[in-house]
């Protein structure tokens, strides 16, 4: 089962921040946050992961809780082509199920022009 | 190809019937999964090959599953004696080796199967 929660829907003004929780508060110390997304008709595509520190790349920002049991994936200037479902995952690095990605149901989320 | 590919895209099969679907991975990948994703839900793992030998195949739902990768590169599912409730899309991911941080998971689109 997931060990992540997360709200089903959200909708956003295209140009606008995207803020996308998650909560995970029976994380593990080895395990990582992971957030993919799935666009329609197509497979799941990496977007960020992050332990306890708070990490950015050119897709997006992943704020996580100093306590570790709740994160946020911020898309600075959603477009209509980042509508699709988001996936939070908890994942450790090493030992068992570490090659294991354990979707939930995700966030839908909807870039509204 | 630069992706992974799987085919065919679409499949509908009468119940009953035997299935195989195709997953070529991306060049020099090493690890390769299986997914099923069931509507409405998230993907849901299968199986996962190192090379040639199915690492963990626990996900598999029944033995009327099976997947083989001969050659340490293309990978085929199988799905014997299909039922209504094996509808589903099928994805592949590859990645190199075990790929620790899980960032360099490539799927592929997916094989929509519909069992009628």
């Known amino acids: 089962d997931a060990k992540t929660t997360q709200p089903p829907s959200m909708d956003c003004a295209e140009g606008r921040a995207a803020n996308l929780p998650c909560n995970h508060s029976t994380i593990s110390g080895n395990e990582y946050v992971y957030w993919y997304r799935q666009i329609h008709s197509q497979g799941p595509q990496y977007i960020i992961h992050g332990l306890k520190n708070n990490e950015t790349n050119e897709m997006a920002s992943l704020i996580i809780t100093e306590d570790r049991k709740s994160s946020t994936l911020i898309l600075p200037h959603a477009t209509l082509r980042d509508t699709a479902v988001y996936y939070c995952i908890v994942r450790p690095h090493q030992g068992a199920g570490s090659y294991q990605l354990t979707f939930g149901k995700g966030t839908k989320l909807s870039v509204i022009p | ?116």
């Open chain 2, 1 to 116: 190809g630069a992706g992974v590919s799987q085919t065919p895209s679409n499949k509908v099969t009468e119940k009953g019937k035997y299935v195989e679907l195709r997953c070529d991975p991306i060049s020099g990948h090493t690890a390769l999964y299986w997914y099923r994703q069931s509507l409405g839900q998230g993907p849901e793992f299968l199986i996962y090959f190192q090379g040639t030998g199915a690492a963990d195949d626990s996900g598999l739902p029944n033995d009327r599953f099976f997947a083989v990768r001969p050659e340490g590169s293309v990978s085929t599912l199988k799905i014997q004696r299909t039922e209504r409730g094996d509808s589903a899309v099928y994805l592949c991911a590859s990645s190199l080796t075990r790929d620790r941080e899980g960032n360099g998971y490539t799927f592929g689109s997916g094989t929509r199967l519909t069992v009628v």
